[in-house]
């Protein structure tokens, strides 16, 4: 199994200001991915980080406003910019080996925007 | 959007089988059944995956029907801390660019009651 470790685990924020998240994981993994769970609602997939490459968006998240590096097959970054008081949400990183085989999840940074 | 269909919830004694059940009647030949549990305020955790045959590991067992347009999973003695939100997701086999990832539906709330 794969260990994974986020930071910060929590923030409060600005309006206007941005943040970003890190994602370590503790044996190299081909894939990685960024969720958002917004208060009471079930994970949505926000993108794939692909190592190397520019990120893989999902419907209805743009690059400007939720930029990602992976600079290698251990870490990814998040970044929600320009922040507003929709993006209070808990982000949640994944990653694992393999198509087939199991993804395991952080335990989130929970993000507060004033 | 997800392709499964949980009941939003259901409830269980503790000590007794917990039997959750999925629909994935648009699944195609090449998707895996991936079944996940979050805890509150925790990140999700992997349970169990399967193809076509039944699978059981320490945590479960998944039993797929024949056509595998639905699928149940089985907690065989609930505890009290099994009490989290299931999530039963369909994955497709072939990864690249956003194929392998998992596309979360709104679960299925377990109360194990003492």
């Known amino acids: 199994s794969a260990v994974i470790s986020q930071k910060p685990s929590r923030d409060i924020c600005q309006r206007g200001t941005s943040l970003t998240i890190q994602c370590q994981v503790d044996?190299?993994?081909?894939?990685m991915f960024w969720y958002r769970q917004q208060p009471g609602q079930s994970l949505t997939l926000i993108a794939t980080?692909?190592?190397?490459?520019?990120?893989?968006?999902e419907s209805g998240f743009v690059i400007d406003k939720f930029p990602i590096s992976r600079p290698n097959l251990t870490f990814s970054t998040l970044t929600v910019s320009n922040m507003s008081p929709e993006d209070s949400s808990i982000y949640l990183c994944?990653?694992?080996?393999?198509?087939?085989?199991?993804?395991?999840f952080g335990e989130g940074s929970r993000l507060t925007v004033l | 959007d997800a392709k499964t269909t949980q009941p939003p919830s259901m409830d269980c004694a503790e000590g007794r089988a917990a039997n959750l059940p999925c629909n994935h009647s648009?699944?195609?030949?090449?998707?895996?059944v991936y079944w996940y549990r979050q805890i509150h305020s925790q990140g999700p955790q992997y349970i169990i995956h399967?193809?076509?045959n039944n699978e059981t590991n320490e945590m479960a067992s998944l039993i797929i029907t024949e056509d595998r347009k639905s699928s149940t999973l089985i907690l065989p003695h609930a505890t009290l801390r099994d009490t989290a939100v299931y999530y039963c997701?369909?994955?497709?086999?072939?990864?690249?660019?956003?194929?392998?990832?998992?596309?979360f539906g709104k679960g299925t709330k377990l109360s194990v009651k003492p």
């Open positions: 044996s190299q993994v081909t894939m």
């Open positions: 997701i369909v994955r497709l086999l072939n990864y690249g660019g956003s194929q392998g990832n998992l596309i």
């Open positions: 399967g193809l076509k």
């Open positions: 648009t699944i195609s030949g090449n998707e895996y």
């Open positions: 994944s990653a694992g080996q393999g198509f087939a085989g199991e993804l395991f």
């Open positions: 980080a692909n190592q190397g490459s520019e990120a893989t968006y």
